[in-house]
């Protein structure tokens, strides 16, 4: 407990990080899926 | 000047990539996108991963408005060390106290910059080390009086509040070109970022109150920065309920772009204006002394290596904007295609089935 306390800006940093990573990870495959769809569109 | 430089220049650079490479309703480039990521998790590494280092005035402010003796960070040079456990050290204004580092495991030398967790034991009147925080540190953050760690939310609070305006007025823009040209492809744009405004509203209503609720006490103060945000939410939320009480595509997409432009103006007044013109809690509030510590012309009231990552989470967070309105303009171009391609199928079967009713079936299955 006390190392979670006197590293709890680690813990932070962890924590935002990964937040920020499932946050891009996400957008990207939504990306690639709504490119797709466009190139359906455009090959139509 | 140099603040002036850099934030702005941040927001700039942002603003250019948004439209320039392929527009803002084309899938945008890989690089973009990378540099986007890259950038974006620089700004979280940094602003959590940066140590507070204080120096000794700072830290006495600190220690002697608590009531405890919970150890602040100090950061300075070892300068020297008398003893196995007691060093001397200078902070970065120059001022010299002896420390006890006995507690400490880890091996000082004199010369060696470093950053100690240090309590002041008022009883005793002397500084007692907890324990080495960070040794020759790459850069560090001001340990600020009444902010303390709770500063590092400035990195996501101030970007979501800019993002929340920024959103409302391009939304405007496409409004705009919507009633001049009447082409629905503008008010999906409209659409998409008043989306977004709405989210970054509501990232910026929490942040805030979660710093409100550890610094001034609770979640909320009614303090002028927050009723005028909860204000610019509310006006969000009556453009959203104006849109779905409205069945007609065309007239939706009327009422609400007028509703975008009209409200413009109220929406600056309350983020810009109004909370500079009375008293507040926030910084930039009309009894604080400055515009608050952004946009104030002084360069102190923002530290440089804060300038620099300050600069870095607004380029970062705009650039994350321009992805996320990209993606679902992108995404609202193709259902607005699907459906005219859905309505004009429709309306080929309906003329089938007329024919086929006037005519006959026997004669529309010849060949």
Same mark, same amino acid.
């Given at each position: 407990?006390?190392?979670?306390?006197?590293?709890?800006?680690?813990?932070?940093?962890?924590?935002?990080?990964?937040?920020?990573?499932?946050?891009?990870?996400?957008?990207?495959?939504?990306?690639?899926?709504?490119?797709?769809?466009?190139?359906?569109?455009?090959?139509? | 000047?140099?603040?002036?430089?850099?934030?702005?220049?941040?927001? *700039?650079?942002?603003?250019?990539?948004?439209?320039?490479?392929?527009?803002?309703?084309?899938?945008?480039?890989?690089?973009?996108?990378?540099?986007? =990521?890259?950038?974006?998790?620089?700004?979280?590494?940094?602003?959590?991963?940066?140590?507070?280092?204080?120096?000794? &005035?700072?830290?006495? *402010?600190?220690?002697?408005?608590?009531?405890?003796?919970?150890?602040?960070?100090?950061?300075?040079?070892?300068?020297?060390?008398? *003893?196995?456990?007691?060093?001397?050290?200078?902070?970065?204004?120059?001022?010299?106290?002896?420390?006890?580092?006995?507690?400490?495991?880890?091996?000082?030398?004199?010369?060696?910059?470093?950053?100690?967790?240090?309590?002041?034991?008022?009883?005793?009147?002397?500084?007692?080390?907890?324990?080495?925080?960070?040794?020759?540190?790459?850069?560090?953050? &001001?340990?600020?009086?009444?902010?303390?760690?709770?500063?590092?939310?400035?990195?996501?609070?101030?970007?979501?509040?800019?993002?929340?305006?920024?959103?409302?007025?391009?939304?405007?823009?496409?409004?705009?070109?919507?009633?001049?040209?009447?082409? &629905?492809?503008?008010?999906?744009?409209?659409?998409?970022?008043?989306?977004?405004?709405?989210?970054?509203?509501?990232?910026?209503?929490?942040?805030?109150?979660?710093?409100?609720?550890?610094?001034?006490?609770?979640?909320?103060?009614?303090?002028?920065?927050?009723?005028?945000?909860?204000?610019?939410?509310?006006?969000?939320?009556?453009?959203?309920?104006?849109?779905?009480?409205?069945?007609?595509?065309?007239?939706?997409?009327?009422?609400?772009?007028?509703?975008?432009?009209?409200?413009?103006?109220?929406?600056?007044?309350?983020?810009?204006?109004? &909370?500079?013109?009375?008293?507040?809690?926030?910084?930039?509030?009309?009894?604080?002394?400055?515009?608050?510590?952004?946009?104030?012309?002084?360069?102190?009231?923002?530290?440089?290596?804060?300038?620099?990552?300050?600069?870095?989470?607004?380029?970062?967070? *705009? =650039?994350?904007?321009?992805?996320?309105?990209?993606?679902?303009?992108?995404?609202?171009?193709?259902?607005?295609?699907?459906?005219?391609? =859905?309505?004009?199928?429709?309306?080929?079967?309906? =003329?089938?089935?007329?024919?086929?009713?006037?005519?006959?079936?026997?004669?529309?299955?010849?060949?």
């Amino acid at each position: 407990m006390q190392f979670l306390v006197d590293n709890s800006m680690y813990v932070a940093l962890i924590v935002a990080t990964l937040i920020f990573l499932g946050l891009v990870i996400y957008l990207n495959r939504i990306d690639a899926r709504v490119r797709m769809l466009e190139r359906e569109e455009a090959g139509r | 000047m140099l603040k002036g430089i850099l934030i702005g220049g941040g927001i *700039t650079l942002a603003l250019v990539l948004g439209f320039l490479p392929g527009g803002i309703s084309r899938a945008k480039p890989a690089w973009w996108r990378w540099l986007t =990521m890259a950038a974006l998790m620089a700004t979280v590494i940094a602003a959590f991963g940066l140590p507070t280092g204080g120096d000794f &005035p700072s830290f006495t *402010t600190v220690t002697m408005s608590r009531n405890d003796e919970v150890p602040q960070p100090l950061y300075g040079t070892i300068v020297e060390k008398p *003893t196995d456990g007691m060093v001397v050290l200078e902070d970065s204004r120059g001022n010299r106290e002896p420390i006890d580092v006995s507690t400490v495991p880890e091996k000082l030398a004199a010369g060696e910059r470093v950053i100690l967790s240090t309590s002041f034991l008022r009883g005793e009147r002397r500084y007692v080390a907890r324990r080495l925080v960070s040794r020759d540190p790459i850069a560090t953050l &001001p340990l600020i009086p009444g902010l303390e760690e709770r500063a590092r939310n400035l990195y996501f609070h101030v970007p979501s509040a800019w993002l929340s305006q920024l959103a409302w007025f391009m939304a405007f823009g496409f409004a705009i070109l919507y009633l001049r040209r009447r082409r &629905p492809e503008d008010d999906v744009r409209a659409v998409a970022a008043a989306a977004l405004g709405a989210i970054f509203c509501i990232l910026a209503t929490v942040t805030g109150a979660v710093w409100a609720k550890f610094n001034w006490g609770a979640f909320w103060n009614w303090d002028p920065r927050q009723t005028s945000i909860f204000l610019v939410l509310v006006i969000y939320g009556a453009y959203f309920a104006l849109r779905s009480a409205l069945p007609n595509e065309d007239q939706r997409a009327r009422v609400s772009s007028v509703y975008l432009i009209l409200l413009a103006l109220p929406v600056l007044f309350f983020i810009f204006v109004l &909370p500079r013109l009375v008293t507040g809690l926030h910084p930039g509030a009309a009894d604080s002394g400055n515009i608050g510590p952004v946009l104030s012309p002084e360069e102190d009231t923002l530290n440089p290596t804060k300038q620099i990552l300050f600069a870095l989470s607004m380029f970062s967070f *705009t =650039m994350l904007f321009f992805w996320m309105l990209n993606v679902r303009i992108r995404t609202g171009l193709v259902e607005l295609r699907r459906r005219r391609r =859905m309505a004009g199928s429709a309306e080929n079967n309906a =003329m089938h089935e007329n024919v086929v009713t006037a005519i006959g079936s026997d004669v529309v299955r010849l060949p």
